[in-house]
C-alpha cells in the first residue's frame, strides 16, 4: 500500500456503471424482448429461473418481485399460520421482519454472533411453544454455520427459510446458501452482486410441490388454467429484467473472483491494525466460501472514522441506516439485545463492488491508517 498523494473520489457503490458497464448488450437486450413483445413471464423469465436453479445446484427457482415478497411467499408456500413466531437475527434489514409480519407470523430478533450472522445459541434460547421457523440471513454474502442451525431446527421441529438475499453463491461446507431449507429468497436489487435494472427477486426451493404453490402465489393464486386456487399477490418478476439477469449469470463467476480479490487487498492493507475488526479473509475458512457482498468492518471511533473518509472522497454506509430489527421500537419490538446494541455503534461498510480498482482500495485503507495513527 502507497500513501495517497492526490484526491480521489472513491463511491460507495457507483450505479450508473451497472448499465455502462454493459451498455451495448442491454441494449440489444431490450431490443430483442421489445421486439417480441415479451413483457411479462415469457421464455427469457423461465430460462433465467432454470439457469439459475442449475448455477445454485438447487432443484427450483421461482423469479418474483422483490426478496422481501420472495421471504412472505416461502413462508406461506411453507404452511405459516397466523401468530406463528419466526426467529430471525435482528442484523438484519427490516424487510426480513415485515415479510414475517405480511405473511401473517411473528418476528422474532435475537442475538447477532461474532461473525455478524444469527446466534445459534440465541436462537435456541429463544425458541417456545409458537415457534414453528428459523428464518436465518446469510448476510454480507456469508453463509451462516447451517450445520448448527439444522440440527437445532430438526431437534425443535422448526422448518427453515433462509433470507439468502445478499448471498447468491455464498456456500457453506460446499453447499449455497439458499438449498438449506424448505424456502429461500435472493434478490437482485441493482447493487447486488448479481443486479438487475430495477427491483427482482427469486424463491429457491428442493420441493417440487412448493413450488407449484409459488407459481400459484406469484401471479394471483391463478393456476396454469387460469382458475384461482388460493389467494396470491402480484409478485412476478419481470420478464425484461429476467433476460438482463440471465445475460450476466454466465461472468458472475468471475465477478465473485474479483470480489475477493479485493477483500484480499483491504485484509492485506488493514489486517494489522488494532482498531478494527475485518471480516474473515478470502479462504481463510475451508467451511465458508465468501462472496464479499459487503465489506463489513468494525471499527473504534467509528463515527469520527466515517467524517474523516468523507472528507478523503471516501463513501462508506451503516447498514440499515444504523438501526437493527429490535431497535424498531413504534414496530412492537421489545428485546433486549446488549450484543447487537453493542455491534451497531462499531459497524462500517467499506466500498466493495466491481467499480473499485486496486488504487481506489489502497486510498480507502491508506485513510483509514492516517485516521488511527493521527
Known amino acids: 500500500m502507497k500513501a495517497a498523494t492526490a484526491q480521489r473520489s472513491v463511491p460507495f457503490f457507483d450505479y450508473p456503471q451497472v448499465f455502462l458497464s454493459r451498455e451495448a448488450a442491454f441494449v440489444e437486450t431490450f431490443r430483442q424482448v421489445g421486439r417480441r413483445g415479451a413483457f411479462i413471464m415469457q421464455k427469457d423469465l423461465e430460462a433465467f429461473e432454470q439457469h439459475l436453479a442449475r448455477f445454485l445446484q438447487s432443484a427450483h427457482a421461482v423469479g418474483v418481485a422483490n426478496a422481501t415478497d420472495g421471504l412472505m411467499l416461502g413462508l406461506r408456500a411453507a404452511g405459516l399460520r397466523p401468530g406463528d413466531e419466526v426467529i430471525l437475527c435482528s442484523h438484519t434489514m427490516i424487510a426480513t421482519a415485515a415479510a414475517v409480519h405480511f405473511a401473517g407470523g411473528v418476528p422474532v430478533p435475537v442475538e447477532v454472533g461474532a461473525d455478524h450472522l444469527i446466534?445459534?445459541?440465541?436462537?435456541?434460547?429463544?425458541?417456545?411453544?409458537?415457534?414453528?421457523?428459523?428464518?436465518?440471513?446469510?448476510?454480507?454474502?456469508?453463509?451462516?454455520?447451517?450445520?448448527?442451525?439444522?440440527?437445532?431446527?430438526?431437534?425443535?421441529?422448526?422448518?427453515?427459510?433462509?433470507?439468502?438475499?445478499?448471498?447468491?453463491?455464498?456456500?457453506?461446507?460446499?453447499?449455497?446458501?439458499?438449498?438449506?431449507?424448505?424456502?429461500?429468497?435472493?434478490?437482485?436489487?441493482?447493487?447486488?452482486?448479481?443486479?438487475?435494472?430495477?427491483?427482482?427477486?427469486?424463491?429457491?426451493?428442493?420441493?417440487?410441490?412448493?413450488?407449484?404453490?409459488?407459481?400459484?402465489?406469484?401471479?394471483h393464486g391463478r393456476g396454469p388454467d387460469g382458475e384461482c386456487a388460493d389467494w396470491g399477490i402480484n409478485s412476478r418478476l419481470d420478464n425484461l429484467q429476467a433476460a438482463f439477469l440471465d445475460l450476466q449469470l454466465p461472468d458472475y463467476p468471475t465477478v465473485v473472483a474479483r470480489r475477493r480479490e479485493i477483500a484480499a487487498r483491504y485484509q492485506r492493507n488493514l489486517g494489522s491494525l488494532a482498531e478494527l475488526k475485518l471480516p474473515p479473509a478470502p479462504d481463510s475458512?475451508?467451511?465458508?466460501?465468501?462472496?464479499?457482498?459487503?465489506?463489513?468492518?468494525?471499527?473504534?471511533?467509528?463515527?469520527?472514522?466515517?467524517?474523516h473518509l468523507k472528507a478523503r472522497g471516501v463513501g462508506v454506509l451503516i447498514q440499515w441506516g444504523g438501526y437493527a430489527v429490535h431497535q424498531c421500537r413504534a414496530l412492537g419490538f421489545t428485546q433486549e439485545l446488549p450484543r447487537t446494541d453493542a455491534l451497531f455503534r462499531r459497524l462500517l461498510m467499506l466500498p466493495m463492488n466491481m467499480s473499485l480498482s486496486d488504487e481506489d482500495v489502497d486510498w480507502v485503507s491508506e485513510a483509514i491508517a492516517d485516521f488511527y495513527a493521527a
Open 285 to 307: 475458512d475451508p467451511d465458508h466460501f465468501d462472496i464479499f457482498q459487503n465489506y463489513e468492518i468494525e471499527a473504534e471511533d467509528r463515527d469520527r472514522l466515517r467524517t
Open 119 to 219: 446466534d445459534p445459541d440465541a436462537v435456541e434460547a429463544a425458541i417456545t411453544p409458537r415457534t414453528r421457523f428459523l428464518m436465518p440471513t446469510q448476510l454480507n454474502g456469508r453463509t451462516c454455520d447451517m450445520a448448527r442451525l439444522g440440527a437445532i431446527a430438526e431437534r425443535h421441529h422448526l422448518q427453515i427459510v433462509e433470507d439468502a438475499a445478499q448471498a447468491l453463491g455464498s456456500r457453506f461446507r460446499g453447499r449455497c446458501a439458499g438449498t438449506f431449507g424448505t424456502a429461500a429468497a435472493i434478490s437482485f436489487y441493482p447493487a447486488k452482486v448479481l443486479g438487475c435494472l430495477g427491483d427482482g427477486g427469486a424463491v429457491l426451493t428442493q420441493d417440487a410441490h412448493l413450488r407449484e404453490r409459488l407459481l400459484l402465489l406469484r401471479d
